[in-house]
T-cell receptor, first 110, second 113 residues
Framework: QKEVEQNSGPLSVPEGAIASLNCTYSDRGSQSFFWYRQYSGKSPELIMF????GDKEDGRFTAQLNKASQYVSLLIRDSQPSDSATYLCAVKEGYQKVTFGIGTKLQVIP | NAGVMQNPRHLVRRRGQEARLRCSPMKGHSHVYWYRQLPEEGLKFMVY????????ESGMPKERFSAEFPKEGPSILRIQQVVRGDSAAYFC???????????FGQGTRLTVV
């Protein structure tokens, strides 16, 4: 059974701080890694994807991938109250389903 | 450039009726995924389809649920003889290929009364 593990939180950070969200996965064959943001009552929104080891930056977001440790993380710099949401980690291998973690609820305190 | 379109957005069915949920993938996308989500819970995988093929239906209940993605037209998730436990948000996502990023539609909120 392929699994994606996340701490459900809530993770509380003050406004302007760095939020660090973590995720581990069980399937070493996973090739594609995604972070989604989901506001309450809304659909998941893709915010980052990464395929290779290392860091990938996009604005205030940085995704980090370490395949040897089977670990993916998302850093959000200069956190804003509007970043308060649930962040879903997802992994995929080829012709297989996208497997999601339970999601980490982030609260940015003004 | 339309995104993933799901309809209807809200659907109310009486127990025993059929529910049909539609998903039109993004232009150029041929892979479709269906997920179910209960309030305050995670996304539960249901089925993964490519045009005219079911790739993975391991998350589909054995009875009452079926899905298709024909050569022409949207993907359909069909729930026969709905029960109250089927009430949930049903999300569809699509991707351009097996490794591509998956984008979600707005979801269909099914309520069984």
């Amino acid at each position: 059974q392929k699994e994606v593990e996340q701490n459900s939180g809530p993770l509380s950070v003050p406004e302007g701080a760095i939020a660090s969200l973590n995720c581990t996965y069980s399937d070493r064959g996973s090739q594609s890694f995604f972070w989604y943001r989901q506001y309450s009552g809304k659909s998941p929104e893709l915010i980052m994807f990464i395929y290779s080891n290392g860091d990938k930056e996009d604005g205030r977001f940085t995704a980090q991938l370490n395949k040897a440790s089977q670990y993916v993380s998302l850093l959000i710099r200069d956190s804003q109250p509007s970043d308060s949401a649930t962040y879903l980690c997802a992994v995929k291998e080829g012709y297989q389903k996208v497997t999601f973690g339970i999601g980490t609820k982030l609260q940015v305190i003004p | 450039n339309a995104g993933v379109m799901q309809n209807p957005r809200h659907l109310v069915r009486r127990r025993g009726q059929e529910a049909r949920l539609r998903c039109s993938p993004m232009k150029g996308h041929s892979h479709v995924y269906w997920y179910r989500q209960l309030p305050e819970e995670g996304l539960k995988f249901m089925v993964y389809l490519q045009k005219e093929n079911i790739i993975d239906e391991s998350g589909m209940p054995k009875e009452r649920f079926s899905a298709e993605f024909p050569k022409e037209g949207p993907s359909i998730l069909r729930i026969q003889q709905v029960v109250r436990g089927d009430s949930a948000a049903y999300f569809c996502a699509s991707s351009s290929g097996p490794r591509g990023e998956a984008f979600f539609g707005q979801g269909t909120r099914l309520t069984v009364v």
